[in-house]
């Protein structure tokens, strides 16, 4: 790196250190709306990255995805002021570690290391939206490992006469797994006055799998109208889950195996150059 292009690296870095100083020194007075959530580090200085933000006006593409995702996860209120908290987390972290990075490229020199800075500090802007997705993903799949038992039960209890609104509450306390206790948010939001119909949007919100959006729709459906047809419905739905687990499961496997295999192969290349090489030495 040349003499000059270190030194308009320490100018610039000087700069933005100033504008970085300035802008912490007017939030200092801003409110703190902090989450307590661990993904977020230094949340205390993140008003003055919303300050940056709104200088630059710059639009978060990604805010509506991930407000949908975080009502999974959250009430509607938290999940909103963890939406603002995220936007402003990358800004925060750009304005304190930028200057800080492009000094330390002027001083050292080493574009090498500056490089790996640069991922470093890119990966701590997208490290919310990564734990994110990790925890969604994650909490899918638990809710699809608990659809078809909870549709089988509510299957059996609808066959043998019970009503759907009372074997609704008798699944939703039968078990401690994820989505037993978001339908057991469903009975205490109605017992509590909300409306049925809200309540179940509230289900489809938290556990937005397809399969269970269309549980959602059967059961509304058949709390408006009635009829006969949704016993032997539900028995399909149910019967339908656990052809698809099945099936899942036999896809995973399928994918472990090969993931197993490539492993496999480097150990087997290794034995063969174990045996090999000794026996190579020993005929030269």
């Known amino acids: 790196m040349t003499y000059w292009l270190r030194v308009g690296l320490m100018v ?17 007075n801003d409110k703190i709306d902090v989450t307590g959530l661990p993904v977020f580090f230094l ?8 300050r940056l933000r709104k200088r630059l006006k710059r ?8 407000y949908r995702k975080l009502l999974e996860l959250y ?14 987390a990358g ?3 750009l304005l304190l570690l930028l200057p800080l990075l492009l000094l330390m490229l002027a001083v050292t020199g080493d574009v090498l290391l500056g490089s790996l800075e640069l991922v470093l500090l890119a990966g701590l802007c997208l490290y919310f939206d990564y ?17 078809p038992s909870m549709l089988t039960e509510m299957s059996l209890m609808v066959n043998v006469g019970i009503t759907a609104g009372e074997a609704f509450d008798r699944v939703a306390v039968s078990s401690n797994g994820l989505l037993f206790q ?11 006055g909300m409306p049925i119909d809200e309540a179940l949007d509230t289900l489809s919100t938290r556990a937005p799998l397809r399969e269970m959006k269309k549980f959602v729709s ?32 036999r896809t995973q496997g399928e994918l472990a195996e090969q993931k197993l295999l490539l492993p496999t192969m480097f150990m087997f290349v290794g034995i063969l150059l174990i045996i090999i090489v000794p026996a190579f030495r020993n005929l030269f």
């Open 12 to 28: 610039l870095a000087t700069l933005l250190s100033i504008c970085s100083a300035s802008l912490l020194f007017r939030a200092r």
């Open 43 to 50: 949340e205390s200085l993140f008003p003055a990255g919303r």
């Open 59 to 66: 639009k978060d593409r990604s805010s509506r995805d991930r």
């Open 75 to 88: 009430s509607p209120g938290e999940a909103e002021r963890i939406r603002r908290q995220a936007m402003d």
């Open 91 to 93: 800004y925060t972290y």
């Open 131 to 147: 734990w994110l997705d990790t925890t969604v993903r994650k909490r899918h799949a638990e809710l699809e490992t608990q659809y």
């Open 182 to 192: 978001e339908m057991q948010r469903v009975t205490e939001s109605v017992k509590n």
């Open 218 to 249: 059967l059961y509304k459906q058949n709390l408006v109208k009635g009829g006969p047809d949704f016993p032997r419905t539900l028995a399909e739905m149910a019967a339908n889950a656990w052809t698809d687990r099945k099936n899942s499961a």
